[in-house]
């Protein structure tokens, strides 16, 4: 029995797709469900799956994104794209980036089956049965690791989630939860944080006043550097100032 992973933000369209594949008569079970790219990605940490089926629209993870992660993380399931557009636009996007099929909703019992048999024909033979193996770390992939050091060639210009994300080719809100879960801060405190330690050695390490500190680094309102500085710091700037002299 080949196991699917069905990716589909619409809970009774991924009703539908499952109740399609079993009307086949094939040999695929639908193993799980997932409602965007991201979850399906931290789920296939630990489950592996013989096929993917994913729309390619979806809420903070889309299935061409969904599709470049799988690639860059090694993983080496077959993925065929389902969407509601008759685009062809969207075709020659997903055959790019290396589907193995795209059919359009509704799907049909018999379009259904012929795409899965013709997998089975194509792909099935060639895959091995191999020990189970973890989804690679996203911090092992270049999208936080090139976010960090855009944001170390800007500093200490202005820095915004949009820009890093453009930065990186990645959706804003995907970007915005990744850099979350593998820096286990947010974005904007990752480089609020960046900012007050350039702070801090421009106080420890020159004699510029505090206020031309302020606006090297960008802050025009003087009691607001020294509030941001002292949330981090624990200390107001002159306060830092002092004590390390």
């Known amino acids: ?46 489950h592996p799956v013989d096929l993917i089926l994913a729309d390619i629209r979806m809420p903070v993870m889309d299935g061409l994104t969904f599709v470049k992660q799988l690639q860059s993380g090694g993983q080496k399931q077959s993925v065929i794209m389902v969407s509601g557009h008759d685009d062809f636009t969207f075709v020659r996007q997903s055959l790019r980036s290396g589907v193995f099929d795209y059919l359009l909703k509704p799907v049909e019992v018999e379009e259904m089956k012929d795409c899965l048999s013709k997998w089975t024909d194509h792909c099935a033979p060639s895959v091995e049965p191999e020990p189970r193996k973890l989804y690679k770390d996203p911090m092992e992939m270049s999208p936080i690791e090139q976010v960090i050091e ?84 624990r200390k107001t700037p002159s306060e830092f100032r002092k004590s390390f002299q």
């Open 1 to 46: 029995m080949h196991t699917i992973l069905l990716v589909e933000d619409e809970r009774w369209v991924r009703t539908s797709i499952r109740r399609t594949v079993e009307r086949t008569g094939l040999a695929f079970e639908v193993k799980h469900e997932c409602s965007n790219g991201l979850e399906a990605l931290d789920w296939l940490k630990d």
């Open 150 to 233: 855009y944001i170390k060639t800007k500093l200490p210009g202005d820095i915004t989630l949009t820009d890093a994300a453009a930065a990186v080719h990645l959706n804003p809100c995907y970007l915005s939860q990744l850099f979350k879960q593998q820096m286990n801060q947010t974005f904007l405190d990752y480089v609020l944080k960046l900012r007050m330690d350039e702070a801090e050695r421009l106080l420890a390490h020159t004699s510029l006043r505090i206020s031309e500190i302020a606006y090297r680094l960008g802050y025009l309102d003087l009691s607001y550097f020294s509030n941001s500085f002292k949330r981090i710091k």
